[in-house]
């Protein structure tokens, strides 16, 4: 039996760490570089890595998790912003997701899931804009 997976690659163009905000598991597994129960993961700066990955808990079902990325923030400095992941690819109605970016981050590259399908791959390439 297939397992239904999505897998998030995030590019790090910022000086700063992104780090793992209110991860939350809503159903299937978290399933980050292919480690059973390994969660959403920090991104370094400059770094691309796989930050997160889920699939279906058991062969043809749905997966369902949201987790935000917040900038490591130095003492007396303000933070850049944070980028917000939902995702619900549920097995008998229409996918969604969202990737939300604020302040001053900027995400390039998201792509919305199409409304039919179980396995995914989204890269985005995250940037400071300055102000």
Known sequence: MATWTFSLMITNTTDRELVVDHPQLDWGIW????????GPLNVPPHTTI???????STGPNGYECSCSWKDKVPAGEKSYGAISLSL???????????????????VDGWEDLPEK?????????VSKIDS
């Open 88 to 106: 619900d690819v549920p097995q008998k109605s229409k996918n969604r997701a969202t990737c939300l970016v604020n302040h001053q981050l900027h």
């Open 50 to 56: 796989q930050a997160l990955g889920i699939k279906a």
């Open 31 to 38: 399933n980050t570089e292919d480690v059973e129960e390994r």
């Open 117 to 125: 399908g179980h396995n995914f791959v989204r890269s985005i390439i």
